[in-house]
């Protein structure tokens, strides 16, 4: 099975991504897998606004522990089954919580094991600064990591608010030769092409 | 930054416990994997060595050189469509369902169980297993009862092969028998399910081409045909030498004449089972055990080369009994 690791900043919208991607892919109540950091498997069902509700919170480091979904996507002849895996926000330094250090630990591991990584970064946050410095260290070594080996998409995301287009310049400008998808977890604008480029990448 | 790490754990640990900050892991990692002592094997490269497997088996078999140049030509369309699929230009839809004429033992189910691992690899199918059945796993006992007994047929074999064997039966009783009813079953399934499920038909030459003539919607349906001609002399002795060869045993060269003019003297008195490599596995598998007949009766060492060896009164034994 193809494993897609959603990557990124804290609050740039990975879990939010997760959820409505999978809306978009035509789920209407998810199996959300979490890996504890034990290693013990906890499943949870919920509707996706119930998750949305829960899981998406405008505080850092809301997602602590990689969860998952499985998507079915039609490919050839038969179906293949994608596992979307959320993970723990990235910062630049050497963050003072244990377990939030070692959640972004559980991150980079998740990076090798998985085939296709989804780069999101906030292109609303990054046009309001209106410099390449709304981009941080952790997103150029990142980008520059996960690109070796494996299928890398890089996502504009919040593209539904003001000041997210100066945001997708200085991104375009900023990572030359990385395709970089236009797209919004809220109005999941821009889905069509990532689901293409998942699909093709499977 | 300056420190180098051995393993991607290390760096792990040293994250999470705050020695090293996420960039500098994520340095460090990067560093070990451009290093050239960690290499990290592609997924794609799995399947194509993969894919090569189920090849290299089919390759082993002997003789079947236009059942395998076809499978070449299948695995080569599936990997080309893929490619092109991949780069935005039309595709044709992958139609698989196969029809395989052939007498009995010819390699029909051997060959449908190679497809299933190749279907698998290559992507096609999501599981590759094979599912056969025949006549009265599909035909149920009164009206209704087909349809039931042959879905359920389906719903196994899904993400697999289908493999019915003698499917001319299923068109034997006429319009009131049930097999008609079986057929409709699978033609509708076909459809539904026709990217989960790949349907085989085997049966002898004759019999398959009747049927087909009979129901004319099938042979647009099937758009590969395979034909399992008999096998030579020459092949049949090959068959049986790698017979026992993988069960570690040896001919004495008596006992491979013996063999040699046995299968001849069937294939020239048209026996309907000439050319069949069942027949020969069942000569071997006899004389192995009058072999054992043989030693166990026998007051001469045994050794290693003993246990090895079947002689030519083995074979006869062995042909006695089967008559």
């Known amino acids: 099975m193809n494993k897609c690791l959603i990557v990124g900043r804290p609050n740039v919208g990975k879990t939010a991504f997760l959820l409505s991607f999978a809306k978009y892919c035509g789920l209407k109540e998810l199996e959300i897998r979490v890996k504890t950091s034990d290693g013990t498997t906890i499943s949870k069902r919920r509707s996706i606004d119930a998750a949305y509700s829960e899981l998406v919170q405008p505080t850092s480091h809301t997602t602590q522990e990689l969860q998952s979904v499985l998507l079915d996507l039609p490919f050839g002849k038969g179906q293949k089954t994608l596992e979307l895996v959320d993970s723990s926000g990235l910062i630049d330094g050497i963050h003072p919580s244990p377990a939030i250090r070692r959640a972004m630990a559980r991150t980079l591991e998740a990076i090798a094991l998985a085939q296709i990584i989804i780069h999101i970064l906030d292109a609303a946050l990054i046009g309001l600064k209106g410099t390449g410095e709304g981009i941080g260290a952790i997103d150029w070594d990142l980008a520059e990591y996960a690109k070796q080996n494996r299928e890398y998409l890089l996502l504009a995301n919040k593209m539904d608010l003001s000041g997210a287009n100066q945001g997708l310049a200085l991104i375009r400008k900023s990572f030359t030769g990385v395709r970089v998808y236009p797209v919004s977890a809220k109005t999941m604008q821009g889905f069509k092409e990532v689901r293409r480029h998942v699909l093709r990448a499977c | ?323």
């Open chain 2, 1 to 323: 930054m300056a420190k180098s790490f051995s393993s991607s754990r290390e760096i792990y640990q040293e994250l999470a416990k705050g020695n090293i900050s996420t960039v500098e892991a994520l340095h460090a990692l990067r560093k070990l994997q451009l290093n050239p002592m960690t290499p990290a094997a592609g997924d794609s490269r799995d399947n194509q060595v993969k894919s090569d497997d189920a090849l290299e088996e089919l390759t082993k078999l002997i003789g079947l050189e236009k059942v395998k140049n076809l499978v070449k030509e299948i695995q080569a369309y599936v990997k080309v469509q893929e490619l092109r699929r991949q780069a935005g230009l039309k595709t044709e839809p992958l139609v698989l369902h196969m029809i395989f004429k052939g007498n009995p033992g010819t390699g029909k189910t051997t060959v449908a169980r190679i497809l299933g691992n190749l279907f698998k690899e290559l992507g096609v199918l999501s599981k590759g297993h094979l599912v056969e059945v025949e006549r009265a796993d599909l035909v149920g006992e009164y009206i209704g009862h087909t349809a039931q007994r042959t879905r359920e047929q389906i719903k196994k074999a899904l993400g697999g092969i289908l493999f019915i064997d003698e499917a001319y039966s299923l068109a034997r009783g006429g319009e009131k028998d049930f097999g008609k009813e079986a057929i409709d079953t699978l033609v509708k399934a076909m459809e539904d399910n026709k990217n989960e499920l790949i349907l085989i038909l085997a049966g002898y030459q004759h019999e398959m081409d009747r049927f087909i003539r009979s129901n004319p919607g099938l042979s647009s349906r099937f758009p590969i045909v395979l034909e399992f001609p008999d096998y030579n002399l020459d092949e049949l002795m090959q068959i049986a030498q790698l017979m026992v060869e993988e069960r570690e045993y040896v001919f004495s060269p008596s006992a491979k004449e013996c063999l040699y003019y046995l299968l001849k003297s069937l294939s020239t008195n048209y026996d309907e089972n000439s050319g069949n490599a069942r027949l020969v596995r069942n000569i071997i598998e006899r004389s192995i055990r009058r072999q054992a007949v043989r030693l166990m009766a026998g007051k001469a060492k045994l050794d290693t080369e003993a246990l090895k060896v079947l002689t030519e009164a083995d074979i006869k034994a062995a042909m006695e009994d089967t008559g």
